[in-house]
């Protein structure tokens, strides 16, 4: 069963806006990760949070995680066409024995027009 | 290697027929990680080793998957007497040992079409 859900399923905005994408949970977590997806094949992994972490920056990629809302929100700054794929949270459930036993949402379909 | 290998990229087969996908981790990751993504969908987990044991394997559809991993490297994914439903990117991922906090890195995949 799929853990998360992000919303919205798709996002369609001009190049120099932003972007910001939701992804909510059920079950306590260890941490929550960010993945791009390009074509539907290979993820890349984007940035790791960790439940005792509330904001972590990566350039101009910004995650916020609420463990008490069960919610995470990726936002993308002056989105590029080059932003245009899936993107997808995933989290590591706090009970998962130890190991990075991913759980994907359904993922947020961005397309960023020139 | 450099990253995680998966081969076939593509793979078509009839129906009834068995097929095997085959993962090569990153060198030096002792977790390996299979998944299946169908058309538009989210990743589904299939099945967990660390190492060559497979504490996990709670995400195998039905008993006709199965998984092995031998040497702790290459993992071979094996679908027996395939059926329309078993179309879709099968997704490889390693991580380095004790890895619950730290990223999972994935392979291109394997595109399966059951004709």
């Known amino acids: 069963s799929q853990q998360g859900e992000e919303d919205p399923q798709a996002l369609s905005i001009q190049e120099g806006e932003n972007a910001t994408m939701n992804c909510s949970y059920k079950?306590?977590?260890?941490?929550l990760q960010w993945y791009r997806q390009n074509s539907g094949r290979g993820l890349v992994h984007l940035i790791l949070?960790?439940?005792?972490?509330r904001e972590k920056h990566s350039g101009r990629l910004r995650v916020t995680l609420d463990t008490s809302k069960k919610s995470s929100s990726l936002l993308i700054t002056a989105s590029r066409a080059a932003d245009t794929a899936s993107y997808f949270c995933?989290?590591?459930?706090?009970?998962?024995?130890?190991?990075?036993?991913?759980?994907f949402g359904a993922g947020t379909r961005l397309a960023v027009h020139p | 290697g450099a990253g995680v290998s998966q081969s076939p990229s593509n793979k078509v087969t009839e129906k009834g027929k068995d097929v095997e996908l085959r993962c090569d981790p990153i060198?030096?990751?002792?977790?390996l990680y299979w998944y299946r993504q169908s058309l538009g969908q989210g990743l589904e987990f299939l099945i967990y080793?660390?190492?060559?044991?497979?504490?996990?394997k709670s995400g195998l559809p039905s008993d006709r998957f199965s998984a092995e991993r031998t040497g702790g490297s290459v993992s071979t994914l094996t679908i027996q007497r395939t059926q329309q439903e078993d179309s879709a990117v099968y997704l490889c991922?390693?991580?380095?040992?004790?890895?619950?906090?730290?990223?999972?890195?994935f392979g291109q995949g394997t595109r399966l079409t059951v004709v």
């Open positions: 991922a390693s991580s380095a040992l004790f890895a619950g906090n730290t990223e999972a890195f």
């Open positions: 079950t306590s977590i260890n941490n």
């Open positions: 949070i960790r439940s005792n972490e």
């Open positions: 995933a989290t590591v459930p706090f009970f998962s024995g130890g190991y990075n036993k991913l759980i």
């Open positions: 060198s030096g990751h002792t977790a």
């Open positions: 080793f660390q190492g060559n044991s497979a504490p996990d």
